[in-house]
């Protein structure tokens, strides 16, 4: 118990780190002494073998444990005597043991496992699992729950734990916790250690390594087999059409031979990759014409947008209101009467009454996707705005006649009339405004902001994408090249 109680106790990161070191360390060892088989199939052994990575750069490790520099001596193998060699060094020693050693270090490991792996257990959550019965199945007892959800909020995650997850304890032979560990997600974990006596939750971050990398691709068949071949997630690839939704259609636009230059983040943890990060910058290549983005974060508000090369934003802003109009006759109200037929109908938009024939401006950059009819709304034009936004504007007079399904229209632009088509009492707008296919009140939904970068910060913002948009260049050209050799 000592080493574990000892070694958990610490509160600050680093120490704590330390100690958990410390215990792998203490079967590193035994693995490498060669009879690890015996102990292989406990979970710090395996995190051990995984973090090898951890072990190596902490040059401060050693085994301060009696038993190791006692009973191990120093002919046996020289690395036991000091243990300040790198896990590498360690690997390659080979251990010659005479059967009095082996036992030796067989009561090591029986000390080893009653110190570490026989106590500290693994349990992963199954579906309609909670912590009650996971603690049931540990053999903990029930009111150790009360005291672990009463030491500290950080604790609350536990309140959200996920089947597959994984919940290491660590309890005495009474069915009292000592220690609990939960892993909350690839960057983070909870520990949980008991501190003169008291549970106490802290939430540590794993260190995580940014790498850059890049990806390109053309389209020969499909979008996302372009994104296949080219090696992209699923996630970078959402991303990229997020980025460029505003400027182009990824469902309809797209042509064969468009192509993409992508650099982004890889994150990595003790040297393997856990995700994609951030796309750095990028440029897309629709039907001749480029589009390129890259990422900026603002030092003030140190919030991050992507911009195009000159600094104005990708995403394009929204109007709150398209129409010059005398009042709102109508709010969005989910429970109103309708006026007319009068039961119960939802009120999906906000109605302006204004004169017939006022005219009814795009709310936002977008492209028609409806124009036509569609019952009581009378007259229609539906307008979608990057990926995740629509606006739609009903009981129309008459369109503009310039514009049809799939026309690109400007923010401002006119594109229909007021009227009062379909069930209206007067000439109005019914204009509706959809997230992600939701509808949201269109007078208090927060709207994307599309601001540039601010004239102040043009210096900086030119200074830290530069090197982004020579490297995108770089890649962009031997793509080019690529792409050339293989007509
Ligand atoms: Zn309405």
Do not use: C
């Not at 909870?190 to 003169?196: F, H, I, K, T």
């Amino acid at each position: 118990m000592s080493l574990i109680s000892k070694d958990f106790r610490s509160n600050q990161h680093q120490s704590h780190q330390k100690g958990y070191v410390r215990l792998r360390w203490a079967l590193l060892v035994i693995v490498f002494a060669g009879i690890g088989a015996v102990v292989a199939n406990t979970n710090n052994v395996n995190d051990a073998a995984n973090e090898t990575g951890l072990i190596a750069n902490s040059s401060t490790a050693r085994i301060s444990t009696a038993m190791l520099s006692t009973e191990l001596h120093t002919k046996t193998a020289p690395a036991f005597k000091s243990v300040t060699t790198s896990a590498d060094d360690l690997a390659r020693e080979s251990f010659t043991l005479s059967l009095p050693e082996l036992q030796a270090q067989q009561k090591i490991i029986d000390e080893a496992n009653r110190l570490s792996s026989k106590k500290w257990r693994e349990f992963t959550v199954k579906s309609g699992d909670n912590l009650a019965r996971l603690f049931k199945r540990a053999s903990i007892k029930a009111q150790q729950l009360d005291e672990l959800m009463k030491s500290g909020d950080e604790v609350k995650t536990l309140t959200r734990i996920f089947p597959k997850d994984t919940i290491r304890v660590l309890s005495d032979d009474n069915g009292k916790l000592q220690a609990l560990r939960y892993d909350i997600d690839q960057k983070s974990y909870l520990m949980v250690e008991r501190e003169q006596g008291v549970l106490v939750a802290k939430t540590y971050n794993h260190e995580i390594e940014t790498r850059h990398t890049h990806a390109s691709g053309t389209i020969d068949s499909s979008l996302s087999h372009a994104a296949e071949k080219a090696g992209i997630s699923q996630n970078i690839f959402m991303e990229l059409a997020n980025i460029f939704g505003w400027d182009i259609d990824f469902a309809l636009d797209i042509r064969k031979g468009d192509s993409f230059t992508v650099l982004y983040e890889e994150l990595f943890r003790n040297g393997e990759k856990i995700s994609d990060g951030k796309i750095l910058a990028a440029d897309f290549i629709n039907d001749g014409k480029i589009y390129r983005t890259v990422r900026y974060t603002n030092p003030q508000t140190n919030s991050s947008e992507y911009y195009t090369p000159d600094g104005k934003s990708m995403r394009k802003a929204f109007i709150r209101s398209p129409v010059h109009f005398s009042r709102i006759s109508s709010g969005f109200n989910l429970k109103r009467k309708h006026p007319i037929l009068l039961n119960k109908r939802p009120h999906r938009g906000v109605d302006y009454a204004a004169k017939s024939g006022t005219p009814i401006y795009a709310a936002g950059d977008g492209k028609v996707i409806f124009k036509g009819k569609k019952g009581g709304y009378g007259k229609v034009m539906i307008l979608q705005h990057g990926t995740k936004y629509t606006t739609l504007y009903a009981h129309l007079k008459t369109y503009n006649r310039k514009l049809k399904k799939g026309s690109k229209v400007k923010q401002g632009q006119t594109i229909a009339y007021v009227g009062k088509t379909g069930l209206a009492t007067g000439p109005h707008l019914h204009y509706e405004f959809r997230v992600n296919g939701t509808h949201r009140n269109p007078l208090t939904v927060k709207l994307p902001i599309s601001s540039p970068v601010p004239p102040r910060y043009m210096a900086d913002f030119e200074l830290s994408t530069t090197p982004l948009f020579s490297q995108l260049d770089l890649l962009v050209r031997s793509q080019q090249v690529a792409m050339a050799d293989n007509i």
